[in-house]
């Protein structure tokens, strides 16, 4: 093989024992659990609203924005469910560019998965023991999964991502809700084919172990908009898309059926301030239509700090160096605007 064997990582145990949970962290992701399985089952007519920045860079800055998120929450707990994207892992599209703090646990220096192991780890912990959120990631690499997998509450397969064998085998024996998004091409069907997929059960190969799913009933649909044959985005967000899914759904016989919509990616064409109105519409649609009411239970927004994205080779706290997000001024008025719309 082409390749150097630079040096063995952690076993997910090894790392779990070195940064615990303790179990007052336990007891706050369990309640986090039940809450946003209660809104994808419809038993709370809750919203979600996983919001956080594009990428998770440094930890100062990601813990100082979830923390402005706790005091949000409590003010608006009873019309929405907070679920803070902490997103460690970042797909590229040719490979290039920042993939996440995974690999480069400093955005600025070489890459290092030893420490990148570590760094992720220690904030979403962070995240969890100071704040009493158990946040969402996505579930760009399935074999890490374990390393974060009893302080997360939610995980996300991508556009990229959702025709592969092996994240729908692994999403089907999580114990968290997955939102399946659809392909980069807009193909539901091929979404639906993943979600009938993580809910099933499974026998594969995971981690050197022949192991059994019992399928996951709580993996469900996100909507992010596609990209044509001529590289022109187009959203998915709209009124009739969302009665398409619908139907969708009642074709397939698929439990809890559920949708979260992106309002990002290609659902704004990357213009991410378009995210409010898109997120008002989706609301606005979700009261005209009872089905399409109950089929969405939630919004994905990306939103850190400061507004937009950063340059290369520049060092803006709290602003995203990835895809541009909402400043923290737009997305705490954001929320509370959408929690009246409730």
Not at 2 to 17: A, G
Not at 178 to 203: E, Y
């Amino acid at each position: 093989m082409n390749m150097t064997y630079n040096r063995e990582l952690f076993h997910p145990q090894e790392i779990k024992q070195m940064y615990p949970v303790t179990p007052e962290g336990a007891a706050s992701k369990a309640a986090n659990d039940a809450e946003i399985r209660a809104v994808l089952d419809g038993s709370s007519d809750k919203l979600m609203l996983v919001i956080g920045p594009c990428s998770a860079d440094r930890e100062d800055a990601v813990m100082d924005y979830i923390a402005r998120l706790r005091p949000v929450q409590e003010k608006v707990k009873d019309k929405i469910v907070i679920v803070p994207r902490i997103y460690t892992n970042k797909p590229r599209t040719t490979g290039a560019g920042y993939k996440g703090m995974l690999h480069q646990p400093d955005p600025i220096a070489d890459p290092d998965l030893f420490k990148g192991l570590v760094a992720i780890r220690k904030l979403h912990l962070r995240a969890l023991l100071e704040t009493g959120f158990s946040c969402a990631d996505e579930m760009l690499y399935p074999e890490n999964h374990l390393f974060l997998s009893d302080i997360l509450s939610y995980v996300a397969v991508g556009a990229r991502s959702v025709e592969n064998q092996q994240h729908r085998l692994v999403a089907s024996g999580l114990d968290i809700p997955v939102g399946m998004k659809n392909p980069t091409g807009g193909d539901l069907s091929v979404m639906m084919n993943s979600i009938r997929a993580a809910q099933s059960s499974h026998s594969f190969i995971y981690r050197n172990w022949d192991v059994q799913s019992a399928g996951n009933l709580y993996a469900h649909a996100i909507l992010r908009g596609y990209v044509d044959n001529h590289g022109t985005s187009h959203p998915n967000y709209h009124y009739e898309d969302l009665r398409d899914l619908a139907d969708h759904y009642q074709e397939s016989g698929l439990k809890n059926p559920a949708c979260i919509v992106d309002c990002n990616h290609s659902n704004s064409g990357k213009q991410y301030l378009e995210q409010g109105r898109i997120a008002k519409e989706v609301l606005h649609s979700m009261r005209h239509c009872e089905r399409v009411g109950a089929l969405v239970k939630g919004l994905m927004i990306e939103s850190y700090l400061e507004d937009g994205a950063q340059k290369s080779g520049e060092c803006v706290y709290g602003k995203s160096i990835t895809d541009p997000c909402l400043g923290w001024a737009k997305t705490e008025r954001l929320i509370y605007e959408l929690a009246e719309l409730r």
